[in-house]
């Protein structure tokens, strides 16, 4: 049986993965981390999960050790690359969801994020981890792609597949919903302010 970390488990991204947890058969325990929901129950968290998870205290993230077998991470970019490469060294598996590992590159790392890569090493060997297309993993680091590109590459895979010779350009037109933004609160992501309504945002500059 597995014992999981969920680092980051108390946000929107974190919510699914704890809920995939708590239906796995080969996991028996996980921990959730979080910054300011440490301490705080789950249920307080998330109601809606009361009848679905055991009630338990989210931990606080400076707590993060050695003692499960896999780490999930759903951090904001920037913050993983904190604990991951510590895990990594003592060969623990992880699977982050968020931006620090997905790029090849430090020079395209730093130049997108503006942050200097502390684990190259990682960085370069990581797999990218498209679950649809990906089906065995021989790394212990696998990072996932974004919201974006997933949807674009499971929907363009298919057509590159089977009409590549007559491909001149692929174009994708993404929309997506609040929660995209995960749950940091915002004026720009009010309900009241989006309502009914579609805008497009960082035009030309979107990381993903
Ligand atoms: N939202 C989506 O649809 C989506 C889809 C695919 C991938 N992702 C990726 O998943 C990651 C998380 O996004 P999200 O939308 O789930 O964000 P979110 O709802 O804002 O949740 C962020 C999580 O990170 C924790 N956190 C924030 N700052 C921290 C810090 N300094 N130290 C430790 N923990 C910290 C938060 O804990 P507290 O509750 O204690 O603040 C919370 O658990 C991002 O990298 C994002 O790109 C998101």
New binding site residues.
Partial sequence: MISVGI????????KYIVKFCNEHPNINEFDVY?????YKNIHDIFPDLVSEIENKTIKN?SELDLSHDVYFF????G?SLKYIPMLLDNNKKVID???DFRLDNKDVFFKTYQINHPAVKYLEEKEYGLAETHKNYYYNLIA?P??YPTAALLSTIPIVKNYFANIQNIVTVSYSGL??????ASPNLLFSENYNSVKAYNVGTHRH
């Fill in positions: 680092i980051g488990g108390s946000g929107y991204t974190g979080a910054n300011k929901s440490a993230v759903a951090l904001p970019h913050e969801l968020g931006a996932n974004g919201c929660s995209g933004a995960g749950k940091k």
